[in-house]
């Protein structure tokens, strides 16, 4: 199956600080990629899509200037947590779904092995 | 009312037993459906898609109801590498790709 890498896997920052986390897929190329925010004992939300070359568009509620998305190549995807603060730890997870006909891939994602944000 | 409903649980079961898990979604409009399962502080795996006419992959059955907006997963045989929170997942159908997440049923197949 298809390979998504996330880099850092956990990040531990005091409070004012800024993230970067990166998404990559190893095997494919994505031309689209979410971002998901997941707190303990809950699911799963989606926070943006982001489309390779274009403006992520956010979910409500999601602030696009604290969460900043670039999508600048097929395989990679930036999430900066800005001025990041004690609120913000939680499980940043992305996916990456692409349509590479030729492996199989239509409109599957596949995750990321998720980033631990600990904002002290 | 939540986009995507599923029966928290947990559900606790003996090795070997048939455990069966349901889901409800709200929009009619959605097109696709899938069982993640997703294990203690990782992310999310697909188990399988979900068809109209239902599917099965060894030990795992998914069937949909579109009329009633019902997703079920049924596991038979457990094993102890079961145990794992599983969560329905819907694509929405609205904006491309986006999938609403169930809160997830958490499952534990005890010896």
């Known amino acids: 199956g298809a390979v998504v890498s996330q880099h850092p896997s956990w990040v531990i920052c005091k409070s004012g600080t800024s993230v970067k986390i990166e998404c990559r897929s190893l095997?494919?190329?994505?031309?689209?990629m979410f971002w998901y925010r997941q707190f303990p004992k809950q699911s799963l939300m989606l926070m943006a899509t982001?489309?390779?070359?274009?403006?992520?568009?956010?979910e409500q509620g999601v602030e696009k200037d604290k969460f900043l998305i670039n999508h600048a190549s097929l395989t990679l995807s930036t999430l900066t947590v800005t001025s990041a603060h004690p609120e913000d730890s939680s499980f940043y997870i992305c996916?990456?779904?692409?349509?590479?006909?030729?492996?199989?891939?239509?409109?599957?994602?596949?995750f990321g092995p998720g980033t631990r944000l600990l904002v002290l | 009312r939540k986009e995507v409903e599923q029966d928290p649980g947990p559900f606790n079961v003996p090795e070997g037993a048939t455990v069966a898990f349901n889901c409800t979604y709200s929009n009619s409009a959605s097109q696709s459906f899938f069982w993640y399962r997703q294990d203690c502080r990782k992310e999310p795996k697909l188990l399988m898609s979900v068809y109209s006419s239902g599917n099965e992959d060894g030990r795992f059955t998914a069937q949909l109801n579109r009329a009633s907006q019902y997703i079920s997963l049924l596991i038979r045989d457990s094993k102890l590498s079961d145990s794992a929170t599983y969560l329905c997942?819907?694509?929405?159908?609205?904006?491309?790709?986006?999938?609403?997440f169930g809160q997830g049923t958490i499952l534990t197949v005890h010896p």
């Open positions: 982001s489309n390779e070359g274009s403006k992520a568009t956010y």
């Open positions: 996916s990456a779904m692409g349509t590479d006909f030729a492996k199989g891939f239509t409109e599957t994602q596949y």
């Open positions: 095997d494919f190329q994505a031309t689209t």
């Open positions: 997942v819907v694509n929405g159908g609205t904006s491309y790709g986006k999938l609403t």
